[in-house]
């Protein structure tokens, strides 16, 4: 079969990787510059690979597109591929046609994805095992190069888009909250069916574990639930929502699973915040379900610490505390970062806004932010939204200059918090980079 990939970065790159490995014919495309590292690569398996334009005579033969997850459905090459119908799947999809005899767990939700696929894989730690995905780690190139028997894969609503077969052991689904509207037509139905996309192969033999206190999420639920999954609930709520599932009752978390009840003491938590209760809830829930023990699963869980860039604290300079939260891209990602704090709090904020709803944090920005600092290329949304606050807003273009600007504002123990609620892409490579200049800045202190 001749395979054309859209997209020569880690997932592009895998996907190609693997292609090769199976005995197909196939060429890489992208229309950018493809980093040294993944040029090396396509070089070492000696994969044909164009940069900085899309050769039409290249792509139109192929039986079969793989497209990466950064390239939106609305380009104009995309959409001249659908017209001649050629196949499109995404690189989750295809990693899956080669690994249906393991067992996959697929993580997705508007928040906490990174933290929940890096916590399950904690817990579950084997030789065995690998986690991928959408947390940087192309389940294709693990699936050729170095297979396992459990994968633990982050999957994005970008990756969902296009699968057709693609059916994990157990599915998770964290919440749904307004996000990436600008890749789905603005309109949140399209981006709930992506999400939802996730169960739509299950059957008896698989478990379905989601969030009952997510609006949007139980919203949607009646249209795309699969009755044939056996459902397993998350809630913040002092009751079980369903036969096997996690609540919260008397400062604890409470699991029922296989009709055993197990509890957790909150204070005894490894990551603090109701959103990390969710987190938690889930990633053990998981691990129960392939078949972890829980007295395993007891011993793993307090040696855990938060990932990079998710409420990160990086140090504390003369009584003020700084934290990374660049990974948070969305509103809803700032709620629970700004709801966690008890401090005064100077807000980092801004980017490529991807059509947020300010409005639902309005109320904490207004008893818990001293002085919002913008480090953007595009401030005009966020002055918008606060400017009826009375809160300082000062515009900025580097980590450097908001830290300085914050020092201006902070007092002994307030907080300067990075969380963006936007994309990186205007002033940085991805959240990423946005999160180290901010340590490196900070550190620099």
């Not at 399950?120 to 084997?126: D, E, I, K, V």
């Not at 980017?351 to 309005?362: F, S």
């Not at 580097?398 to 830290?403: F, K, L, T, V």
């Amino acid at each position: 079969m001749y395979i054309v990939v859209i997209g020569g970065s880690e997932s592009g790159t895998g996907a190609a990787i693997l292609a090769q490995q199976q005995g197909h014919v196939v060429f890489v495309s992208d229309a950018a510059t493809i980093l040294d590292k993944y040029k090396q690569k396509l070089i070492a398996h000696n994969i044909p690979y164009e940069e900085n334009q899309h050769s039409w005579d290249k792509i139109e033969n192929a039986q079969l597109i793989i497209k990466s997850p950064g390239v939106p459905e609305k380009t104009e090459l995309i959409q001249k591929i659908r017209s001649i119908g050629i196949p499109i799947i995404s690189e989750v999809e295809w990693a899956y046609r080669y690994a249906q005899q393991s067992n996959i767990i697929a993580i997705t939700g508007s928040n906490g994805k990174s933290t929940t696929t890096a916590l399950t894989t904690h817990l579950l730690q084997s030789e065995d095992m690998a986690m991928v995905g959408n947390i940087g780690i192309s389940f294709a190139e693990t699936v050729a190069l170095n297979p396992k028997k459990y994968y633990v894969a982050e999957v994005s609503s970008f990756q969902l888009d296009d699968i057709h077969l693609f059916k994990p052991k157990v599915s998770v689904l964290l919440n749904i909250t307004p996000d990436h509207l600008d890749r789905y037509q603005y309109d949140v139905k399209l981006y709930a069916k992506a999400k939802f996309n996730i169960i739509s192969n299950q059957d008896v033999s698989d478990y379905f574990i989601y969030n009952v206190d997510s609006p949007l999420l139980m919203h949607h639920l009646p249209l795309y639930l699969n009755q044939q999954v056996n459902p397993v609930t998350i809630t913040l709520k002092n009751a079980f929502q369903s036969e096997q599932g996690a609540c919260v009752q008397n400062e604890n978390l409470c699991f029922l699973w296989q009709k055993n009840l197990y509890k957790i003491p909150i204070h005894e938590l490894p990551l603090q915040g109701k959103h990390n209760q969710y987190n938690i809830m889930a990633s053990i829930l998981a691990a129960l379900c392939v078949g972890a023990n829980w007295e395993d699963i007891i011993q793993k869980l307090p040696s855990f610490t938060a990932i990079p860039h998710r409420m990160e604290k990086v140090r504390v300079f003369n009584g003020i505390t700084f934290i990374n939260d660049s990974k948070a891209t969305n509103v809803d990602s700032v709620w629970y970062a700004l709801d966690s704090m008890i401090q005064p709090v100077i807000w980092i904020a801004g980017g490529i806004d991807k059509g947020n709803d300010y409005a639902q944090i309005k109320e904490l920005v207004k008893n818990k932010v001293k002085a919002i600092i913008c480090m953007t290329k595009y401030p005009e949304n966020i002055q918008k939204a606060f400017s009826d606050l009375n809160i300082p807003i000062v515009v900025v273009d580097s980590p450097r200059n908001a830290i300085q600007q914050s020092l201006a504002f902070a007092s002994v123990n307030d907080v300067v918090l990075l969380s963006p609620a936007c994309a990186s892409f205007d002033l940085f490579k991805n959240y990423e980079d946005r999160g180290m200049q901010f340590k490196d800045a900070v550190l620099l202190l």
